[in-house]
């Protein structure tokens, strides 16, 4: 199995076929409307911008598993997302990430991914505190939190696993090489 053969499903209900991704840098995130990293989305619509037309796509997964903030239905989310973030890139269903109810996506993408996360400034010492206050953390390859963002190249591989303190603009030179 590799991410191509997965599906999502959309807000509209319809079906996303990851297939039709192929040779695309796909830039995967879970994500929170009111979480105190929900300002990424600034920064998410800014790289979506500037290198969609060269091959990124952004898929967005709304969350509520992490202290219940995604609140509201699939429309209300986005409709606060375009309106707060001006963002032009669709999200999909909510969805979980963890546990036995974690979508297909989630699952390949936290088994497929490098164990360890991008590392930036404060990292060990953020990564802890989210970790003690995530009640759906329970394994090793377990989503932490809201806006755990992962990188896959243009064949499929998964290639990097950001944790969510990593501010998405970090990840920019890392796109801009998949993007060649």
Same mark, same amino acid.
């Given at each position: 199995m590799n991410i191509y053969d997965l599906k999502a499903e959309k807000r509209d209900g319809e079906l996303l076929d990851l297939s039709s991704l192929k040779g695309k840098v *796909? *830039? =995967?995130v879970n994500t929170a409307t009111g979480c105190g990293?929900?300002?990424?989305? &600034? !920064? *998410? &619509?800014n790289l979506y911008k500037k290198y969609n037309s060269k091959g990124l796509e952004i898929l967005d997964?709304?969350?509520? @598993?992490?202290?219940? @903030? !995604?609140?509201?239905?699939?429309? &209300? =989310?986005? &409709?606060?997302?375009? !309106?707060?973030y001006n963002i032009s890139f669709d999200q999909l269903k909510k969805i979980e990430v963890n546990g036995e109810n974690a979508c297909d996506i989630f699952k390949y993408l936290? #088994?497929?991914s490098p164990k360890e996360y991008i590392k930036g400034i404060g990292h060990k010492?953020?990564?802890? !505190? =989210? #970790?003690? =206050?995530?009640?759906t953390f329970k394994e090793e390859n377990d989503i932490r939190w809201n806006f755990t963002k992962f990188l896959v190249d243009r064949n499929g591989k998964v290639v990097s696993r950001y944790s969510p303190i990593e501010n998405p603009n970090s990840m920019e030179h890392d796109i801009i090489n998949l993007l060649g």
């Open positions: *796909l *830039l =995967i990293f929900t300002p990424q989305y &600034e !920064a *998410l &619509e997964f709304p969350c509520d @598993q992490f202290g219940h @903030q !995604a609140p509201g239905g699939d429309d &209300e =989310i986005h &409709e606060f997302c375009v !309106a707060k936290k #088994e497929n010492t953020s990564m802890k !505190a =989210i #970790e003690k =206050i995530s009640k």
